[in-house]
């Protein structure tokens, strides 16, 4: 299956940036758009497998841009992103023929599994996602529904942020990723922190992980970590 394709459409380009992001933890193909009228122009043209869609867009606002898709029998998938957090606005949203409504300040992980839900219930899923929100790699499986992890059929206990790497990693298999991508992506995006606790991270995640042959998690001296099956 190839990415679901995710359109972002924010006058605001910190949002944009930040929201686009989800594609590196996700699997998504995301493009962006500035206003509602690019926005309705993006859609005609590209058919991206969803929207996501600020409300206060100039000109042609949010709700704006989802009436006119429904009224043209066009069922994107919608996901309102606003500042608006009054039960008015939510109704207002979904009469408007919104599937699901994010308020700001939000997390990222909060969006990409909104985006994610939305897109099982629409049937288009990201690269690797699996079924119902399982993610495999060689006898390596990671299921985000219940938060376990098995290899070769045997239970994987790990911890929350642990988890959250190993997802990072296979979410992004057989691409080398870099200590700051996995800080930018696992922690939060001020975080602080030294890159040595990725080191700690994935030292705690082989001796959980790679307890079989073959090891999965692979160092590329100079780059990062990688998952795949051979060094």
């Known amino acids: 299956m190839t990415d679901a394709a995710v359109l972002v459409v924010d006058d605001d380009e910190f949002i944009r940036d930040l929201v686009s992001s989800a594609r590196r933890i996700a699997g998504f193909a995301t493009s962006t758009a500035v206003g509602g009228r690019e926005a309705l122009d993006a859609i005609a043209r590209d058919h991206p497998d969803l929207v996501v869609l600020d409300v206060g867009l100039p000109g042609v606002d949010g709700f704006e841009v989802c009436r006119r898709l429904r009224t ?19 109704v207002s949203g979904f ?64 911890s929350p942020t642990e988890f959250k790497v190993l997802r990072y990693l296979m979410v992004n298999r057989e691409r080398v990723v870099s ?42 001296r100079g780059f990062g970590y990688v998952l795949r099956t051979q060094p």
């Not at 043209?72 to 939510?90: M, Y």
């Not at 119902?132 to 098995?150: K, P, Q, S």
């Not at 995006?189 to 998690?217: H, M, Q, S, T, W």
């Open 95 to 158: 009469t408007r023929g919104g599937d699901d409504y994010v308020t700001k300040p939000f997390s990222l992980e909060e969006l990409v599994a909104r985006v994610r839900a939305v897109l099982r219930r629409t049937g288009t899923a990201p690269a690797g996602a699996g079924v119902g929100g399982r993610l495999r790699y060689a006898d390596l499986e990671l299921d985000e529904d219940t938060m376990r992890v098995t290899r070769s059929g045997a239970p994987v206990h790990l």
């Open 72 to 90: 043209e029998g066009d069922q994107t998938p919608v996901i309102f992103l606003t500042a608006r957090d009054a039960a008015e606005d939510r």
């Open 179 to 220: 200590k700051g991508q996995i800080l930018d992506q696992v922690w939060d995006y001020d975080f602080a922190g030294n890159a040595g606790v990725v080191e700690n991270y994935i030292c705690y995640l082989r001796k959980k992980v790679d307890v079989v042959e073959p090891p999965l998690i692979h160092t590329v």
